[in-house]
């Protein structure tokens, strides 16, 4: 399986400020993923980073408050930008581990739990 | 858009109790897939099915695919300590959109 570094791990932020996540893959992957995970909730995909190209948002999600750069195959960031305690979540980074039946395989980083005061 | 559905939310059984969480869909699936997370881990990937009716058995963990492929279930014999975390449906689309299902939390009492 591929290795995700992700990182910070866990941060306090104050509101209105931006934190930048940042994602490590041991292996060159196609697609990265960005899922937020809300205390005691579900997993919400944010976007699907492409290398070369703008990240695709999923609906809720714009590019002016999660702004994402894919620069090459193994690396990725997501910026929370002008942060509020509603952004107070984990924010996981996912690849495409295997593609079985059309359908991603997920794995996924250790993720960022961000506290936003 | 695609809702999937998991319950209960939460589970409390003593050990050696046995566990089911269910996973509903509201549109046909091409796959389900089952994820793990552990008390402050991340979500691991334990198992996909993709064929209706399908069942899968990984030792004391047995997945169940409907025949409709709108549903599946998971279930734990005799749990164990180290069963306890949340576990996760994941339906899966033909063009390859995953969407989670709110997870059911398991507590295992010794």
């Known amino acids: 399986s591929a290795v995700i570094s992700q990182k910070p791990s866990r941060d306090i932020c104050q509101r209105g400020t931006s934190l930048t996540i940042q994602c490590q893959v041991d292996?060159?992957?196609?697609?990265m993923f960005w899922y937020r995970q809300q205390p005691g909730q579900s997993l919400t995909l944010i976007a699907t980073?492409?290398?070369?190209?703008?990240?695709?948002?999923e609906s809720g999600f714009v590019i002016d408050k999660f702004p994402i750069s894919r620069p090459n195959l193994t690396f990725s960031t997501l910026t929370v930008s002008n942060m509020s305690p509603e952004d107070s979540s984990i924010y996981l980074c996912?690849?495409?581990?295997?593609?079985?039946?059309?359908?991603?395989?997920?794995?996924f980083g250790a993720g960022s739990r961000l506290t936003v005061l | 858009g695609q809702q999937v559905m998991q319950i209960p939310q939460y589970q409390h059984v003593q050990e050696g109790e046995d566990f089911t969480t269910y996973c509903n869909s509201s549109?046909?699936?091409?796959?389900i897939q089952w994820y793990k997370q552990r008390p402050g881990g991340h979500p691991v990937f334990l198992i996909q099915l993709v064929k209706s009716g399908e069942v899968k058995k990984q030792k004391r963990l047995t997945f169940q695919f409907g025949e409709a492929k709108k549903n599946s279930s998971l279930h734990i014999t005799a749990t164990q300590t180290t069963d306890v975390g949340t576990y996760f449906c994941?339906?899966?689309?033909?063009?390859?959109?995953?969407?989670f299902g709110q997870g059911t939390i398991l507590t295992v009492h010794p």
């Open positions: 549109t046909t699936l091409s796959n």
């Open positions: 980073a492409n290398q070369g190209s703008e990240a695709t948002y």
């Open positions: 292996s060159q992957v196609t697609m």
């Open positions: 994941a339906g899966g689309t033909s063009y390859g959109k995953l969407t």
């Open positions: 996912s690849v495409e581990e295997s593609k079985l039946a059309g359908a991603n395989v997920l794995t």
